[in-house]
């Protein structure tokens, strides 16, 4: 559950998707369930070419894009173990890699990793599994709606981190929600599932900001213009998107923050709680232990104890008694016990 | 509560407030209340054009300033959405986003988010919300007080901002208010609602933070003289604004350690009462558990015990309780319990 | 008492001191009860002129320096305002203005600001009240002690600032008796009171160090030679006096780090006091209850009961009694609890 | 066990290993179990030369490995005593030193130091003990399998330092595993064994940080371009190597943060149990001291006690006990104590 | 004890001892029991001179010293108060301050304030005290051991510095016995004695981390190759001295760790036992309440208890607490709490 290493291998039965995608601002052309070579002949010279790969585990059709593009060695290890995110210029391409957060129910989040490489006239998207959280965005494409058309590959790359980063978002409203939740009841019923749930989202919040800090890096470097592969015009997109990256690491450390609140309000109402019980232990001791005293002294079976003769002993005892427990009732209010 | 994502979209009935002031050395004029084409016909080249607008919702309005002024769309999407503070430059103009604090009562701090346009005649400002800080300042535009007729659209930004940030101290103050109002009560009466006053201080104060820190990194780019649009004789100015925020943020911090302090005394209060809980009821415990024993051995039955027929038994016992009580006492102020 | 906001406008009662002091290496002057007008009549080209003002609550003098020196508004604003130290250079002067520990009792440091106007033949000091540290140095450099006379302002500002860092020193050492002598009573004798001194100290460390931090990056700046009024064959001195301020820093977080441990410590003699106090509960408790227990046994009214017949019944008791108080006296020696 | 400082002298008893290694893209040859002047013999020029020295107590193999390859003094202190990973230019040849990770079993690692020296055409590695991690790695150099007999000696160092690393992947992993262990047990079975295991995993990660900070130091050189031993076409390689150290670095910092989580639960379910204790204690207590008193009362000896000659007394006292449980149990449900 | 403020004036009977060493390849000459002025006419030019003063309360000597190297008043102050470890470059010489540590027994560290001024052909060293690490190595020059008589006076300074960093090592394995020491001790015997200890030790590490941390800086810049005064081919040494201060520092902050993990399980120890004494308690009570209650029943003088004229009421009693003692054992094996 904690491991951070390389994911476990992708079982064979996940099916693998190919498809090309090649467009100008007047051409779109969507090509799917082709073998690989044949796919790679629809590549178009002069238009943007949108290689994505769903699933890694068959190596023919790595092994042929790797030489089709000439994709160096590392590229390709980098694509299939388990990366921090960075991004890396190559003599022809550019290559990013990030995580995509997947199939988020109310519980778990899943990390999938996503690799781009940009080059002049092309795209390669390396997911590890099928579905992903482009579909509206291919047919956006296809209808030409937005600028995407009349733009190059390197806008279509900002174009897809800034759907990926989009869904950030949504992982952080959810946080939001889940917090507030915790929030009220770790005042009114600081239960171990209330710490339970606090530790779990702390984990959630260290594992996200592991995904993210590298990511900022990554995107400053190309907000910074060190690539040509982005060009300079496209460079404010890319630098929006950096933006929200800080922004939502920002809130992650807020969120850290208000963790660590959480955990000291529990843990407060934890000892708030030992403090009630320890409390009622000891008024009741504190009241009932000199009656039983009391009741014990004139149990005794001394041959001479005056007071057993007298004609209202028994009720006198009774008076003392009452005596005692409003003494002891004034003692815990002057204590502000109750 | 604890929302960090985009404020929800605001209701229709907010009534949209759109504005229009020019002004030179010699001249002011004020136009509000009117469509957003006729207002435009008003700027006038070579004075100070600052439009208003308070309310976001109009799509139209948004729409007309963004073509009047050729606006970049993704300014716009800044304009609209929950932004950190920042600063960025475009061809025409110079973009700053910010928080302002608004309509502050003695729990709550509403956050509101102000951008600023500043080009070379004119600054727009886009607020959420009617109503702003600067009421008293658009008479003294209007009056001529100050140097603000003298100057251009970049010294009326500073001016605007300095307002802002003015407005931060008084929140500040409040802070200090309170901090000194929990830290008289948490010594002497340590209670749950004071510990949650602590946790909701201390979230306001990661939230203040959070809008001041990329402030501070904002303001330090314009006085760095990285922009043009910020004359060089101004930036003495928004250097005079960049202080103050780095005060303010000194002073959060500052308040942040005074309240982990603050929490730490809690912490030792409740510890404290706790020990004396436990006291009182060893104290109790340790007093009459030796007393319920003595007079518990003689009430016993056995036919043969010799002290019951002692003449003075019965009295001989209260002898040794009171013995016994006198050692416990002696022994209990040798452990310094009270 | 916590609050960092402004101080307070100082009352009326307050005297106002206004005094200038001019020497070169032949001559010296000083001219004080003189209304301002005629006091700036006898400032001296060529010569030192040294003008101090104490208390700044008199509108008039402020302005007729402002105007005599052609002093920036927003400078007035800084020296009249609480300022986090800090150095500004402008086009006829350098401006420069820290915190002053002053009259120091065991209990409280109050913080003065004073601020710095270095001009090339002048240097105005304004202080916020009467009274100060630099009594001894007027009458130096009246008997022309030292090197001041044969130096210009900026050295005169230097040493002014030496001074000032020089008692900053008092007050830490100061705050190392109080630490000693905390660290005594700490490990003996953990009161509350103890631990509100802990936190005391703590406060005042956060103090100290947020006035002391920005003063080490405005004398930085000096040392790094950023500003012509100080003449390079002096920015040693002001090295010096910046290498004590960082010494002094270490030491403030070196105290820190100290109080933090005190904390600890006081927090485990809290703990190690609660497991005695139910040490002494549980020993009781354990010898006791059993014993009343027996006790309790042999006073049951039961019409067959044979112990009660038997001739050493009574005694036997005892003997039972005495075997389980000496099993509980040696498990709890194995256990180590006495 | 704690000891950082030097480890101990190796005994004599080790044995030590010289070998070289001579291959070029036709030819390889491997020479051991020979003196170190014959070995040397074999040196050829214009071949990568590979010379490894397993055990370091040798001082005759070292001094004629230290005036063959003309090695500074310094540079032999640091390969003989313990050194935090580094790696330094002199003028023939590169200096690298780091930490390699060694026959781990499920308890303990043990900390290698391994130092490279680089020369033009020739790799020296001094292991402080017997056995590597390279024999699987030598084979494939035998049989020409990947790039390495196509490369130069640089291209060798970055081999055995991706092996090094590789391995610390391993560890990572074994990390992992024992972390999800902990977490099983933690929550259910909080003893002061799963404490010290806690303890133990931290102490760890203290250590792994300390030999892996530096190291990413060294390499980030070394990917600079900083050191010309080093050919250009070689430090994508490094810098590979580089990307994994940051990302095992990442991930002990992860480690680290959620060890501190484990802590946290520990310290809670202990709490949670303490909770549990006390309120057994005092719902005991809060039972049956009432009731012993009500039986203590009709215990007691006096003449004239009207209850005890009713008919139904006794019964009607179980009955008031029983009313009395019933209430008991009535305000620790509406406690919520179970 | 916690006085970080400097050390007190030193004693006059402190004996003030004065030598000067002359040496080049050739020639070796040592002077001490010498009047300062005497003293001074051996020095020699184009030999390297190495001044060493122990003990610096002799004014006249410090004067001397000063006119003759015509060192500044500053660099005097510098070498007589405390200072943190700092290099300085003056016109004619090199300053350098540092921390030696001395005499260490079991407990206390002594620190000792050293200053260097490196000049062309002379070195001055002046110590606190008498006494220092050098004796060894001033037999080595005289016998002509190492390389110290082929080089000049930066080498002599560096060979000095490296003595004592050296000795630095010798601190930080005491360190880490007195840590392996507690941490045995901790797991077992967790007594307020253990606790001292650790918080005596993280005192320790505060106060040679602020001896170290200072001394980094200093010779990074010398490491830089900031300062003329040393050559180029000697540099190397001092990265050598400086690789071995980052070293301790590693190993202090390392230790800091260890340091809190120690007090952590020392808290826990703490916890384990109070858990444990609650145990005690509360099985006692939970034990003997219930019995203690039926045996008060039959304690009760009613005139109708059909119990009490059973035949074998007595045994049947003895019975039940039998059956409430079981169940009771019972409970707490399931209660996993013996």
Chains 1, 2, 3, 4, 5 share one sequence.
Request: aromatic content about 12%; proline content about 3%; cysteine-free.
């Amino acid at each position: 559950m904690t491991s951070i290493a390389p994911s476990p291998p992708i079982g064979k039965s996940n099916p693998i998707i190919l498809e090309l995608i090649t467009y100008t601002r007047e051409h779109f052309e969507k090509h799917d369930n082709l073998a690989v070579d044949d796919l790679l002949l629809h590549r178009k010279a002069n238009q943007v070419n949108w290689v994505n790969l769903d699933g890694l585990e068959n190596q023919d059709i790595i092994e042929k894009l790797q030489s089709h593009f000439s994709l160096h060695p590392l590229l390709i290890d980098d694509v299939l173990s388990d990366q921090r995110p960075k991004v890396e210029e190559f003599d022809d391409y550019l290559f990013l890699t990030l995580k995509m957060l997947h199939r988020l129910d109310s519980k778990t989040i899943e990390y999938e990793q996503i690799s781009f490489v940009l080059g002049k006239d092309f795209l390669i998207t390396f997911q590890e599994k099928e579905g992903d959280l482009f579909d509206g965005f291919r047919e956006r494409i296809r209808l030409d709606q937005g600028r995407v058309r009349k733009k190059k590959a390197d806008y279509l790359m900002y174009r897809l981190i800034d759907i990926i980063v989009e869904n950030y978002y949504n992982v952080l409203d959810k946080i939001g929600e889940i917090m507030d939740d915790i929030e009220e009841t770790v005042y009114e019923n600081p239960s171990n599932k209330t710490f339970n749930r606090i530790q779990a989202l702390k984990k959630e919040l260290i594992f996200l900001r592991k995904a993210l800090f590298p990511l900022r890096d990554a995107l400053g470097k190309i907000v910074k213009g060190e690539f040509e592969f982005v060009h300079d015009e496209n460079i404010r997109f890319y630098s929006d998107v950096y933006d929200h990256v800080i922004h939502i690491i920002d809130s992650l450390d807020t969120y850290k923050d208000l963790t660590s609140g959480l955990l000291d309000i529990h843990i407060n109402a934890m000892n708030t709680r030992m403090n009630e019980v320890m409390k009622v232990l000891t008024v009741i001791s504190t009241i009932f232990m000199p009656l039983t005293f009391i009741v014990g002294v004139y149990g005794m079976n001394f041959e001479y104890m005056p007071e057993l003769h007298w004609r209202y002993g028994y009720f006198e005892v009774w008076g003392i008694m009452g005596v005692v427990v409003i003494g002891m009732l004034i003692f815990f209010r002057y204590k502000k016990w109750f």
